[in-house]
């Protein structure tokens, strides 16, 4: 794996840094990409002696700034092995009165992001014959709650399209997963987010507690982005790279719970569904 160049979006904080710490410990060839790349030098003193490291400027929304950090990446390393789309922040909010702009920045990041990503990498990997990619999704890609409707929605999306996408390159040999934490204990659901501060009364109960517990349980979040980071690196590693990996026991939990009910669900109701067949 010391050959292989990873290439990590958000990198600055989280589980980003996490991962990027992991490679750099396991001395692989890596990019560390973030909006504001003196965040990354500042825990990654001297990063500009580590041949192995290269440190860039990088916003996803911006198609053309991607296409010249990855331009930047072949000169440096000849490729891309492993692109890590870990990019992605959270705006909080009931579906009702929720604000558009906030929305439009969260898809542009989050989904389009990814896209704009893939679209750069994607044809290096095809000419390479070979690649992984991660999207790093959440438990909030395969099960919804009240409070998160469009935070779900970018990952429901970066859910059918990965799994699409998957299916399209895997006979070129090129790998897709979706790398689905639960609760992590980084700054996702402190620094990272917005709120909808105006939320109306009739969410309260419903939307509005559910973010209040969220934003409670910033720092002591169960699962560790260090053990995480470890458990990416050693599947890619071994080339065991599931379309899905759940990360967390409460991860586990309630998708589980997800799937059950879904099970019950069109069981239920199979006579009816049946029934609409010619």
């Given at each position: 794996?010391?050959?292989?160049v990873?290439?990590?979006?958000?990198?600055?904080?989280?589980?980003?840094?996490?991962?990027?710490l992991?490679?750099?410990?396991?001395?692989?060839?890596?990019?560390?990409?973030?909006?504001?790349?003196l965040?990354?030098?500042?825990?990654?003193p001297?990063?500009q002696?580590?041949?192995?490291?290269?440190v860039?400027?990088?916003?996803?929304?911006n198609?053309?700034?991607?296409?010249?950090?990855?331009?930047a990446?072949?000169?440096?390393f000849?490729?891309?092995?492993v692109?890590?789309?870990?990019?992605?922040?959270a705006?909080?909010?009931?579906?009702?009165n929720?604000?558009?702009?906030q929305?439009?920045?969260?898809?542009?990041?989050?989904?389009?992001?990814?896209?704009?990503?893939?679209?750069?990498?994607?044809?290096?990997?095809?000419?390479?014959?070979?690649?992984?990619?991660?999207?790093?999704?959440?438990?909030?890609?395969?099960?919804?709650?009240?409070?998160?409707?469009?935070?779900?929605?970018?990952?429901?999306?970066?859910?059918?399209?990965s799994?699409?996408?998957?299916?399209?390159?895997?006979?070129?040999?090129?790998n897709?997963?979706?790398?689905e934490?639960?609760?992590?204990?980084?700054?996702?659901?402190?620094?990272?987010?917005?709120?909808?501060?105006?939320?109306?009364?009739?969410?309260?109960?419903?939307?509005?507690?559910?973010?209040?517990?969220?934003?409670?349980?910033?720092?002591h979040?169960?699962?560790d982005?260090?053990?995480a980071?470890?458990v990416?690196?050693?599947?890619?590693?071994?080339?065991?790279?599931?379309?899905?990996?759940?990360?967390?026991?409460?991860?586990?939990?309630?998708?589980?719970?997800?799937l059950?009910?879904?099970?019950?669900?069109?069981?239920t109701?199979?006579?009816?569904?049946?029934?609409?067949d010619?």
């Amino acid at each position: 794996m010391e050959n292989k160049v990873w290439f990590v979006t958000g990198a600055s904080t989280g589980l980003g840094k996490a991962i990027v710490l992991e490679l750099i410990a396991k001395k692989c060839k890596v990019v560390a990409t973030s909006r504001n790349p003196l965040d990354i030098e500042h825990y990654l003193p001297g990063a500009q002696e580590n041949d192995n490291l290269l440190v860039l400027p990088l916003d996803v929304t911006n198609s053309q700034h991607i296409k010249s950090v990855v331009e930047a990446t072949k000169q440096k390393f000849g490729g891309i092995d492993v692109l890590v789309n870990n990019a992605g922040f959270a705006y909080f909010s009931p579906v009702e009165n929720a604000d558009d702009q906030q929305i439009e920045n969260m898809f542009a990041v989050n989904f389009w992001g990814v896209k704009h990503m893939i679209d750069h990498v994607l044809p290096i990997m095809r000419e390479q014959k070979s690649g992984t990619i991660l999207n790093i999704s959440s438990l909030g890609g395969l099960r919804a709650f009240a409070g998160f409707g469009y935070y779900h929605a970018t990952k429901f999306a970066l859910e059918g399209f990965s799994e699409s996408l998957s299916q399209e390159v895997k006979p070129l040999g090129i790998n897709i997963s979706l790398v689905e934490p639960g609760d992590f204990n980084t700054d996702f659901a402190s620094r990272s987010a917005t709120e909808n501060v105006n939320i109306i009364e009739a969410y309260q109960a419903t939307a509005g507690e559910n973010i209040k517990n969220l934003r409670e349980l910033s720092g002591h979040q169960p699962g560790d982005p260090n053990k995480a980071a470890k458990v990416i690196y050693d599947l890619v590693n071994r080339g065991d790279v599931p379309l899905r990996i759940l990360l967390g026991s409460d991860a586990y939990q309630r998708a589980m719970e997800k799937l059950t009910g879904m099970q019950k669900l069109f069981s239920t109701y199979h006579d009816i569904t049946i029934s609409t067949d010619y």
